[in-house]
């Protein structure tokens, strides 16, 4: 069954090419479709356009429907173009003619807008939670070693002393951040594209208000024009968030995979997220922080892949857009996978507490000498090159200590406020107001 079919059979092998992928993707929009389904039906009978008794018949039916979706047994049948049709056979199949009045003031194109929404900031929800966790384990591991000493490098070259404790704070601070830009794309995300239909309004009195209330948005997508301008840009937006995700884990995977190598020895991973070769019996690969490398930087590509297919397109709907669905959605499941992969190895990581007796790193206390000289008057220049000659005669000792206080350093890692900037950004996703909206509509009796 095709919603727009007439009396002319489309060609099996052009409905193959241009279904696509369409059907399996359809299926994680599922649950999604029959909530805007069921906002947009209250909404009709507000306007006359239902009558009480048959909202009532429908959202009952619809409330099965949505149970099936969540139970992972929903079903696009053969020969069904979409989830919006499926749930329209289910309705009509079960209530008649009834449940052909659902598609009035809408089009597919506006719900699949509504689909995409509200399946991506699900989405969203769950990854601020997985990222949390894992800020969770690096802050706790940055306090448990804080007073580790690790060599600090620029250019591969030893240069500072480094903590374990802003290590793993490091990459603590720069999920926060990367929740940050999570946040703008929630913003951009949770707006209400119902209504606008083909992207030129109904010449119905919709009430868009009432259906972005009902679904829990902040606002509506004002402009029906831009509304559908709006297809591909979101997920572009969002994509951009995730590939910030991925970035910072892919960074944090080179790491783990250079300091866990003897030649560096300053971690060692948990034997169960190693893997063996085939020839070299001795060996213990971090395998788990390489691919996840390179699934991240896979990641990082989706904006740019995104971009491609939309860059060239004027307003208005085309079906280049269901490509996007092919790359958007399933994402959220592989950068929800390294996540808790690396939450899991961060959690179990083995750190070696005495890299600094190789007298190899005496050198990284030379600015630690330099700003003691200072301090006893020294001009920095001077003691700058005091230490220098020092070092070229090989006369350079230190006590390897050190004593920084200031925000953010080795002996103030101020780990405190990195934890308070992430629940201040959390916060301000309010998830309670879209939970409560939704289970509202599903609790409904009309």
Partial sequence: MKLWE???QVNKDVESYTVGKDREMDLYLA?????????????LESIGLLTKEELNILLKELKEIYKVTVSGKFEIEEGIEDVHSQV????TRKLGDVGKKIHSGRSRNDQVLVDLKLFT???IHVLVDTVSKLIDVLLSQSEKYKDVLMPGYTHLQIAMPSSFGLWFGAYAESLVDDLQLLLAAYKVCNRNPLGSAAGYGSSFPLDRQMTTDLLGFDSMDYNVVYAQMGRGKMERVVAFAIAGIAGTLSKLS???????SQNFGFIKLADEYTTGSSIMPHKKNPDVFELTRAKCN??????NDITLIINNLPSGYFRDLQIIKELFIPSFEEMDDCLNMVTRMMAEVKI????????KYMLIFSVEEVNRLVLQGVPFR???????LDIEKGNFVHDKKVHHTHQGSIGNLYNDHIDLLRQQIIGQFNFDKVMRAQNALLDSVY
Avoid at 31 to 43: E, F, K, N, Q, R
Avoid at 88 to 91: F, G, K, N, Q, S
Avoid at 382 to 388: S, W
């Fill in 382 to 388: 001077d003691a700058y090159k005091q230490v220098g």
């Fill in 31 to 43: 649950p999604y479709d029959v909530l805007g389904s069921m906002a947009h039906i209250t909404m």
């Fill in 352 to 359: 070696n507490e005495h890299i600094l007796d190789d007298p």
């Fill in 121 to 123: 900031r699900d989405q």
């Fill in 298 to 303: 896979k990641l990082q590509a989706l904006p």
């Fill in 254 to 260: 080179y790491d783990a995979c250079l300091y866990n």
């Fill in 6 to 8: 007439k009396s002319v």
């Fill in 88 to 91: 329209e056979l289910m309705l």
